[in-house]
């Protein structure tokens, strides 16, 4: 298996944050991004991959490296913002608040995927960017693990959504929990089947 790497850093000078999201698919709990800075690129953290790729053991091992080693920044949008906007400028919204969190000036973003936020430094969209730069990959890992996390807790109100297993995506046992129980104020009122309800 091929594993991200600094290629991508490496042609580029300055201070380089990796940025990815999660959470832009489930019909419950906000969305999600974190943006990474290796600062010292000669420490290396083997395992590190696109999150989606890595079971959730590894993801939390990974995090506690990752962010023991690695300047991060963590963004949020609320489902508030994500019924009031829509999931595209509610990423977007994220990216810019984990970046704003670094509380750092850059000199380069990578963004995974072809829909960057607009912000002040100079931007680099990299479609499965987290399969390739290893920045971007510990910003996925960073984002799923504070969101699966979130979720956790949300669910201890909610345990009848199973969002400890689920994590707000609509899975078969999640729908028929909204169809018995209805949605609660963590569910996405604009996302298809909600709406409709």
């Not at 999931?87 to 969190?101: D, E, P, V, Y």
């Not at 109100?157 to 078969?172: A, F, I, L, M, R």
Request: charged fraction near 25%; hydrophobic fraction near 40%; aromatic fraction near 6%.
């Amino acid at each position: 298996m091929k594993y991200p790497d600094f290629s991508l850093e490496n042609t580029l000078s300055g201070i380089i944050a990796g940025v990815d999201e999660v959470g832009r698919g489930p019909l419950a709990g906000p969305v999600i991004s974190a943006a990474v800075i290796f600062t010292d690129r000669d420490t290396v953290i083997d395992g590190i991959n696109d999150s989606k790729k890595l079971t959730p053991k590894c993801r939390q091992v990974l995090y506690e490296k990752i962010t023991s080693v690695a300047k991060f920044g963590i963004g949020m949008a609320s489902v508030e913002e994500i019924n009031s906007y829509n999931i595209l400028q509610a990423t977007k919204l994220s990216m810019k608040r984990a970046l704003a969190n670094l509380n750092l000036e850059l000199d380069y973003v990578l963004v995974d995927g072809n829909q960057p936020p607009e912000v002040k430094w100079q931007v680099k969209s990299i479609v499965n960017g987290d399969s390739l730069s290893i920045s971007i990959a510990a910003a996925s890992i960073v984002a799923k693990v504070t969101r699966d996390r979130l979720m956790e807790e949300l669910h201890n109100k909610h345990p009848q959504y199973n969002w400890y297993k689920n994590k707000g995506y609509g899975t078969k046992e999640h729908l028929s929990a909204i169809g018995l129980h209805g949605i609660t104020k963590h569910h996405r009122k604009n996302f298809a089947p909600i709406r409709i309800l």
